[in-house]
């Protein structure tokens, strides 16, 4: 028998919560967001769940060769562009189209030589200071593109970097749309959280939106809000079994460090999950896990092959016992990636990328 831990991938929530983001955003059109191996649940398992986007965002050339080897015929676009010359010819031949968010990029694109002109998004650094052109020169990169043979249509894109907190986006947006305000072409400006919080706005969702963490199950914006909140459900579960109990007496202590120590009595579970398997080893003492379904908390640190785990709320429970570290346990009940995540002072993106190449995964 393998070592009992396996992630399974949800086929039907992935549906769901895909349809989820579309009414966030009516009359828009839904890039799911794929980059990351489809944020740690692998693109070839969660390519049926998704079918139903108008088309796929992405990073990495393979991973854009991976969705034409699934049969994806539609729009591709790789959200930061091109990385070297060569890059183009692939952009070519698999139809991809690309953010420009450089002066580099235009180099590139004006030197690639193609029969087929290519649709580009041209993006701009309306405030987060990561990838994209200042608003001063925005325009000037428009018309350097708009000159180039070797490109056909130009779109017009931002990244938000407070969608998910207080600021919001209306500072990125006013300055967004003071620059573009007699450009032609298509928009996309929305995570998930800009779409969740702010797709009533027709502003803000314009043409294309791009929700990634919210398709797979996690709220961007929790603890303000959380998955029932939102209507998301989870699209990945990381379960595990008991391989060992303990009795503790009073005053004993639990793991590395004995950094948990025992005021009465209780039982524990040893779970065959560790941070070898990508469970954060932040996730100490007090982080929820639920056995046979029931709601609990790990006690003492998380090693590389084993975590343990208070049983006292499931005393039926023991060797062979269903863990769920994070999504859905057998009897329907839930625990929401972020509430983990959280534990470990980590958001749930970096969970369910971490996932490790150890863990067999299944989909349903
Ligand atoms: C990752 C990414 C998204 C998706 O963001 P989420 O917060 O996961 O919804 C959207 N746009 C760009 C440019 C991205 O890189």
Redesign the pocket.
Known sequence: MPRPIQATIHTGALRHNLARMRRAAPDARV?G?V??NA?GHGIERVFDGLRAADGF?L?DLQEAQRMRDLGWRGPILL??GVFEPRDLELCSRLNLWH?VHCDEQIDMLATHKTHQPHRVFL?MNSGMNR?GFPPQRYRAAWTRLDALPQVDEISL?T?FSD??GPAGVARQLRVFNETTRDLPGER?L????A?LRFGADPAVRVDWI???????GSA?DFPDHDIAHWDLQPTMTLAARIIGVQQLAPGDTVGYGSSFRADAAMRIGVVACGYADGYPRHCSTGTPVLVEGVRTRIVGRVSMDMLTVDLTPVPQAGFGSEVTLWGRAVNGAVLAIDEAARSGGTVG?ELMCALAQRVPVVTD
């Not at 929305?190 to 959280?193: C, K, P, R």
């Not at 791009?210 to 797979?216: D, L, S």
Request: no cysteine; glycine share 6%; charged share 15%.
């Open positions: 890039w967001v980059k990351a944020y965002g990073l959200l930061e953010t993006k990838l894109m990244h969608a998910d996309t929305a995570n998930s959280a779409s791009r929700p990634g963490i919210a398709v797979y961007p993106y």
